[in-house]
């Protein structure tokens, strides 16, 4: 797996999304082998970025406030599972023997680098629409593009030694679950004690 192909699925998924017309629309591919499954991780994040945008709306009401947080939420919860999934068939393509208990760890798993780089691509997108507005205002914004740019450059390079030392077996695939507690009936008391 190469960071650039990682890379060309977030940024497929992000213009997919911008070429129609729904806030929240569903995802039109299914998660059939890796490539589905970054275009589907990328499409949740674009799907909750707009709807980051739209709840800061200050002409919004509270049921309409409630129903955005509430939504976002679920996708926050399915980004989540969509980066452990990621997590999970990585480990078992890229190492599924696991190297010895004293192979170095990294801190962070090869899922969550991959879910900075979409972020990274859906910051990149929306930073060149703030440019295309011309001006002093793009004068302003350029430079945070420049930045954009060089930090995806160089996560791109960072995930592609990570897979290859993952690879060598000079680190150990660890995989970092979240457990989200705010989002689980039973682990959250505001939920399970209104049961």
Known sequence: MKAAAATQAFQRAIAAYHAQSDLDPAC??????????LFQKAWIDTVQWHLEDEIR???????EVLALKRRID???????????????????ELQPIAPVEMTALRTESLGWALDRLCILQLKRYHMAEEVARGGEHAQRVAPRLEVLDRQSAHLEAAVDTLVADLCAGTVRYARYEQHKLYNDPDTNPALYRVK
């Open 57 to 63: 709306r200050s002409d919004l009401k509270g049921p």
């Open 74 to 92: 679920g996708l926050n919860q399915a980004r989540t599972d969509a980066v452990e999934a990621l997590d999970r068939d990585l480990q078992a």
């Open 28 to 37: 039109p591919e299914s998660a059939a082998h890796l490539e589905s499954q």
